[in-house]
């Protein structure tokens, strides 16, 4: 898997969290079938445990030997590359023997020995830009990962908090972390969150696709996006899942965007 310039667009998605084995499969085989239609490359992502949660009645997970077992078993079986997150250092280890790429939190971006336990592992680190972090603080990251011996850092932008309860996204953040020289990808369905409505975070899906499409035009290496068949039954982030039968279309809609970007000279992802 490659972030960056190439003619396939990276995708990182899959369903929030780790659920049931029969989630996982439904949406490995979607993703594999969209692959073979499109010049896409995708990275399934799902969460085996969710640590932040906003009510300790919410749901976190099936067990964390069960729901990273089944990401190894997705890895294996379609031949996947495979993403989640951790949320304390000594979880590093344990995703680095089922994933290719770990996953920073944004609201662990700045906890200097998760990025550096994630980054002695070798595999591949994307850092989530806190929302309440200034892209330029993004470098500090990646340095924190590349001093610990591994240059394979991936940053992603996933909006700024605006007051309480809404987030906006400012593209300018792309350009500014693209200029630290490591690939930027565009987490389409997290920026579209409401954080904390009423013990929960809500979203407002509609606004995925245009925004996705906007940061496609800024120029971007990869777009991130959690997606699940049936979002209103989702145990997490509910209202900001893209439905999984609307993802290829959106994916070709942003395929559109990139190929006139190459076609008029300009830089891409």
Known sequence: MTFGRSNRLAVIAGP?????????????????????RLPVDFVFKSSYRKANRTSGASFTGIGDDAALGLLARVRKEYDLPTLTDIHDA???SLAADVCDVIQIPAFLSRQTDVLIAAAKTGRAVE???GQF?????????KSKIQEAGNDRVILAERGTFFGYGDL?????????MRSFGA???YDATHSVQRPSQNGVSSGNREFIAPLARAAMAVGIDGIFIETHPNPAEAKSDKDSQLPLNQLEGLLEELLRVREALIAGGKEHG
């Open 16 to 36: 929030c969290l780790v659920e049931s084995e029969k989630l996982l499969r439904t949406v490995a085989e979607e993703l594999l079938r969209i692959e073979s």
């Open 90 to 92: 000594s979880e590093a």
């Open 133 to 141: 972090m200034s892209p330029d603080d993004m470098r500090f990251a």
């Open 127 to 129: 850092v989530k830009k």
């Open 168 to 176: 906006v996204v400012d593209f300018r953040s792309l350009v500014t």
């Open 183 to 185: 690939p930027v990808i």
